[in-house]
């Protein structure tokens, strides 16, 4: 009983933790630019299909995603030819060189054969930035629109990523090796490395992101504008350079989070939307806008469905989801009672 | 009739007859996108009330799963099931609703996440009775004594008849006196509760209203397709049909019905173009995704917005004949009205009122002055029943302070100094709503349009209020492209109509030019006449010094002075709250 209890533990606390990564860049996307965005998980698809290419000696399809993109966000700056050709050319440009960067840099790290980690690191490159072009397609036209548009638009966008990662890497789950093979017996339980290391990357991001936050000039500005956008306007912070900051950041913690678990699941193109919604679950109990509050979500979300899924595995969804509303009550009430 | 009518009878009598024109194979198509039409009409309404719901689709499975069950194993008519399992999921609703719709923020969306989830998969789970996921066959069509409605074409046209009378009651609710209150739930709440309106029972209404369409829904597509399983009423619908909704333009019913037939066309005609030219399968979810953001994108607003621009507005409602019957105060000035003792409340740490006795008495002028930040604001909360004190009681009448939503019941109205008038109601509807209390016309009279002499009463009192402060010629503006201060006017118009015995202002003057400072004197004046008691919360001291009988002084959360104007003028207290100094330095 106790082994179980331990096992159903370990095994709630590590998804926990790769949804707590998720939960992060929800929250992050909704403080600085009132985004929920749906579209979320379609990162941690991306960024686990990306490794499974890259430790597969491929070059990852995630390229023509950021490829197609750049040169997408060149055709949408052609107004500015005409006032302004200079600025204009020099912006064509830095969009070319970082896409040949891009690809020379995969080319590089599949000639030399890195390490798991290495590997990870490169595919958080070529993924992340797929979050800047995208708040830059589909939020920036349109600052002002109302939330319930917002999540739309994400659902939208979730849809073209997914129908893309289909077209790219096909319906066949890709395996994903783990950071570190094997794992440890600790008392009457096995605990597998890969555990371990979801454990020290995911504290080592949020240790990153809070660091980030509080000590830099940029981390202070996304602070302000999550405050308060038009306050933040005012003191002269490029509020759209910040929500693009965000996208960019939110990206890479989801990718991250999609290289960590695949190991334990395997990748397919269709598994971020689940982690999304696990993730949106979590970040919400927060009110989408509490950090502390979002990590005990997941950590709620991870052991409820482990628990119902040994307990009653044909009820494990109907069992996580009823729960979560008298848990939303009692949240509910205690933040009234606080604000009054 | 009008131009409007006139054309919304033609596009209906099109809808009707489309049905019997069509090739077989899309009048399925046609029929489909009525049903989610229908369901997605229910979101519209939610989303006017500023509930977002992610699942509607399950209580289509409710309404879907009671039928077809019962209709197939005991073989009841199924149009009977139908009906009796439309009204256990409204049961349902009003159930999961009465416990959800507390929930603020982003709580009650992702409760709704919740339950749609859970539903979806308990129709999957319980597989002895649905059938699991692979569902069951032989659902009877739908059918009553015997006869059988198998004619698709038919069976079409009447889901479109549903959908049209659903579009017809809803633009009629949405200009009854439910309707307005409905428009104050996104984001008026406490206004809403001081004009009587009680908001809780209000958004469970409209929640199991929204249910019941969906059910009615669910229902017509199972006896349609004869087979259920749990797939269509999973997460994705829940999705499918919300994207409906904000496409098409969550402002009016129509928009749910534009948002349905244009994203399943889209969606067929797509399958049908890619098909042709030979691409594979994953790229209609791809280009369907860009469809949907670019149109939003476009249209944030929606589609029936960018539509209805172009026609011809809809005829206003009759406000002809006599307002309502109003009350005629007595001049009994010794009556104590409300009484307050012993006020204190705290925010945290800090005392942001304290030890505040305080007296109105029939017929009475009474200002409450003092500095930013003194507490005027939060006493008026208190008095109006939107906060609660920590110590001390109010008495109106003689009676303990009943819930918000009742106090404008026993005769006190107020008005807002962040001016809340609904941005997307006309001024004369905004007015409207302080009759709210004193009529009766419901949901389903709304509904109905069984409501029209009442409603005339009410919008011929509220255009009778306009004219008394000087803004009839204003009335069928919407009241967001009023300048800020007749909006401050249109709040006073308002607190008039709700008849009360007591007003309360809350700087009723802040942004009016001269001329309109002046109306408003004169109407406080002639409301003084009438025996109506005031108490009046301003910074503009030419107006207060002018018109009131008895000043309040508060600072720093106490009454520091009371008396008659010229006393409270000579009182240094009051002269060092106001220059922050004795008044010697002032000088």
Not at chain 1, 305 to 328: C, G, Q
Request: charged share 15%; proline share 4%; hydrophobic share 55%.
């Amino acid at each position: 009983m106790t082994d179980t209890i331990l096992f159903l533990l370990v095994d709630g606390l590590t998804n926990g933790l790769v949804y707590a990564l998720l939960a992060l860049s929800l929250v992050l996307v909704f403080t600085v630019t009132r985004v929920v965005n749906i579209a979320q998980g379609e990162y941690v698809m991306l960024g686990a299909l990306t490794l499974a290419d890259l430790l597969q000696g491929r070059m990852p399809g995630t390229l023509y995603l950021l490829v197609g993109g750049l040169a997408l966000c060149v055709l949408l700056d052609a107004p500015r030819w005409r006032r302004d050709w200079r600025r204009a050319l020099a912006f064509a440009g830095g969009l070319i060189v970082a896409a040949v960067a891009a690809v020379a840099l995969t080319r590089g790290a599949l000639a030399l054969q890195l390490p798991v980690i290495g590997m990870m690191a490169v595919a958080l490159v070529l993924v992340a930035p797929i979050g800047v072009l995208i708040y830059r397609f589909t939020v920036h036209p349109i600052p002002n629109a109302t939330t319930i548009v917002f999540v739309i638009i994400s659902v939208g966008v979730s849809m073209i990523v997914q129908g893309l990662g289909l077209l790219i890497w096909g319906a066949n789950p890709y395996p994903v090796d783990p950071i570190a093979s094997g794992g440890l017996m600790m008392g009457p339980v096995f605990i597998p490395y890969q555990s371990f290391a979801i454990l020290i990357v995911a504290l080592l991001s949020m240790g990153g992101l809070y660091l980030f936050s509080e000590f830099t000039l940029m981390g202070k500005a996304l602070q302000a504008s999550a405050m308060n956008r038009l306050g933040a306007q005012f003191c002269g912070i490029p509020v759209n350079m910040a929500g693009g900051l965000a996208f960019l950041l939110a990206a890479a913690f989801s990718a991250i989070s999609g290289m960590l678990l695949a190991p334990l699941i395997t990748a397919n193109y269709e598994m971020g939307f689940m982690v999304g919604l696990k993730g949106f679950v979590g970040a919400a109990m927060g009110g989408l806008v509490d950090y502390p509050l979002s990590l005990v979500g997941v950590m709620i979300v991870g052991g409820l469905e482990s628990t119902s899924a040994y307990l009653a595995s044909a009820y494990r969804d109907v069992l996580v989801f009823s729960l979560l509303i008298p848990i939303l009550l009692w949240r509910n009430a205690k933040q009234r009672v606080e604000t009054r | 009739m009008g131009a409007r009518a006139t054309l919304a009878l033609a596009v209906s009598a099109v809808l009707l007859i489309v049905p019997w024109i069509l090739p077989s194979f899309y009048v399925g198509i046609f029929a489909y996108a009525g049903i989610y039409a229908l369901a997605a009409i229910g979101l519209v309404l939610l989303l006017q009330a500023g509930q977002i719901s992610l699942g509607q689709a399950a209580f289509m499975g409710l309404g879907a799963y009671g039928s077809a069950l019962v209709a197939r194993a005991y073989g009841v008519d199924s149009l009977l099931t139908l009906v009796v399992s439309v009204a256990v999921t409204a049961l349902v609703a009003a159930a999961i609703g009465y416990i959800t719709l507390r929930l603020r923020g982003h709580y009650l969306p992702l409760a709704t996440l919740a339950y749609g989830i859970a539903l979806a998969s308990t129709f999957t789970a319980w597989h002895d009775v649905t059938g699991g996921a692979s569902g069951l066959d032989k659902i009877p069509p739908l059918g009553l004594f015997g006869y059988m409605l198998v004619d698709d074409r038919l069976y079409t046209q009447l889901i479109w008849i549903i959908v049209l009378l659903a579009v017809l009651g809803l633009s009629w609710l949405r200009t009854s006196r439910v309707g307005r209150a409905i428009a104050t739930l996104e984001s008026h709440d406490g206004m809403a509760r001081s004009f009587g309106v009680d908001t809780t029972i209000l958004r469970v209404k409209v929640f199991v209203f929204s249910a019941v369409l969906a059910a009615l829904a669910g229902g017509l597509y199972v006896h349609l397709l004869r087979f259920v399983s749990p797939s269509p009423f999973g997460l994705l619908t829940s999705f499918k049909l919300l994207i409906m909704a904000v496409v098409g333009g969550p402002v009016s019913a129509a928009g749910g019905v534009v948002g349905a037939l244009t994203l399943e066309s889209a969606q067929w005609a797509l399958q049908d173009l890619l098909a042709r030219w030979g691409a594979s399968g994953n790229l209609e979810v791809i280009v369907f995704g860009i469809i949907l953001v670019v149109m939003l994108l476009r249209w944030p607003q929606g589609l029936w917005p960018a539509v209805e621009r172009f026609l011809p507005r809809p005829a206003l409602r009759s406000r002809e004949g006599e307002g309502l019957p109003t009350r005629v105060l007595q001049a009994d000035r010794d009556a104590v009205l409300l009484d307050l003792k012993d006020i204190g409340i705290r925010f945290g740490g800090l005392k942001a009122l304290e030890g505040i006795d305080m007296v109105l008495k029939r017929g009475e002028f009474v200002g409450l002055i003092g500095p930013n930040g003194a507490g005027k604001t939060t006493l008026f909360s208190i008095i109006s029943g939107l906060q609660r004190q920590t110590s001390g009681s109010v008495t109106l009448f003689g009676e303990a302070l009943p819930s918000s939503h009742s106090i404008v019941r026993r005769g006190m109205a107020r008005t807002f100094q962040h001016v809340q008038l609904v941005p997307e109601l006309t001024v004369i509807e905004n007015v409207a709503l302080g009759a709210y209390w004193r009529t009766e016309s419901g949901f389903v009279r709304g509904l109905l349009a069984l409501d029209a002499a009442e409603n005339r009463q009410v919008l011929a009192s509220a255009q009778a209020a306009l004219e008394r402060v000087g803004l009839g010629a204003e009335a069928d503006l919407l009241a967001a492209s009023l300048p800020l201060g007749k909006q401050r006017i249109v709040e006073i118009a308002r607190a008039l109509v709700a008849d009360p015995q007591i007003l309360l202002l809350d700087e009723p003057a802040a942004g009016l030019r001269f001329s309109e400072k002046l109306t408003l004197v004169r109407i406080l004046r002639q409301l003084q006449a009438e025996h109506v008691t005031i108490l009046l919360v301003e910074h503009d001291m030419e107006l207060v010094m002018g018109c009131v009988e008895r000043l309040v002084v508060l600072d720093r959360g106490r009454i520091i002075a009371q008396g008659s104007p010229a006393d409270v003028q000579a009182n240094p207290a009051v002269i060092a709250a106001y220059l922050g100094g004795s008044r010697d330095k002032a000088a």
